[in-house]
């Protein structure tokens, strides 16, 4: 079965702190990593997305690192904002269309 | 402005009574799904569509149903048959092509089965 494992399940970091979620996978098939930040009874939205020829993608304060050959990808948030206070999910799909998901990761960030 | 509209946000059920949530995108995107999503586990997938009058069963299809009549809508029943339906369901969508992987999620329905 597909799976992407995701850690922690719950993060707090104080304003101004980095704050960092790891996925892993096992299926080598999956072509497309995104991350979708979720607030509380919303729908999620895609944060950021990574393709598996490169490394690192960053816009702004988010960042991915992607790491091919340990199948592993993580998402960093620099200079973290209350605001940044979301659900946030990790996932993995393939050409065929269908994604799976991390866990999620419950991020506080505290003033 | 563009996107997915689940109606109702918020719908309440008696054990042994069916009930259909409406998902409507004017994305124009092919692809639209299901999801479930229950407190402290990630979205699972129920059903999925590439096309008009055709769909595929997702990881936990059991007790649901779909119908694709119209690229624009994708209604999900939740029948009797489903044991524990009280969850946050979630509609998305999918543009279909090479390297394209972003669903656009509408904002949900929650069911609670009293």
């Known amino acids: 079965q597909q799976q992407v494992k995701q850690s922690p399940q719950s993060l707090i970091v104080q304003k101004g702190g980095i704050s960092i979620i790891n996925c892993a996978y096992e299926?080598?098939?999956?072509?497309?990593f995104p991350w979708y930040q979720q607030f509380p009874g919303k729908g999620p939205a895609l944060l950021i997305a990574?393709?598996?020829?490169?490394s690192e993608k960053k816009e702004g304060r988010f960042t991915i690192s992607f790491n091919k050959s340990a199948k592993q990808f993580s998402l960093h948030i620099m200079d973290s904002q209350p605001g940044d206070s979301a659900t946030y999910f990790c996932?993995?799909?393939?050409?065929?269309?269908?994604?799976?998901f991390g866990d999620g990761t419950t991020l506080t960030v505290k003033p | 402005d563009g996107g997915i509209t689940q109606s109702p946000k918020y719908l309440f059920r008696k054990e042994g009574q069916n009930v259909t949530l409406s998902c409507e995108q004017n994305?124009?995107?092919?692809?639209m799904y299901w999801y479930r999503q229950d407190p402290g586990q990630g979205l699972r997938l129920i059903y999925y569509?590439?096309?008009?009058?055709?769909?595929q069963k997702g990881d936990i299809a059991e007790g649901y149903s779909v119908s694709r009549e119209k690229k624009e809508s994708f209604p999900l029943t939740v029948t009797s048959a489903q044991k524990n339906p009280t969850a946050f369901y979630l509609c998305?969508?999918?543009?279909?092509?090479?390297?394209?992987?972003?669903?656009?999620f509408g904002e949900g329905s929650r069911l609670t089965v009293l």
């Open positions: 998305a969508s999918m543009r279909q092509g090479r390297y394209t992987g972003e669903l656009f």
């Open positions: 299926n080598t098939a999956f072509d497309y």
């Open positions: 990574i393709r598996p020829d490169v």
């Open positions: 996932a993995a799909s393939s050409n065929a269309g269908k994604s799976t």
């Open positions: 994305l124009n995107h092919d692809a």
């Open positions: 569509s590439q096309i008009v009058n055709d769909f």
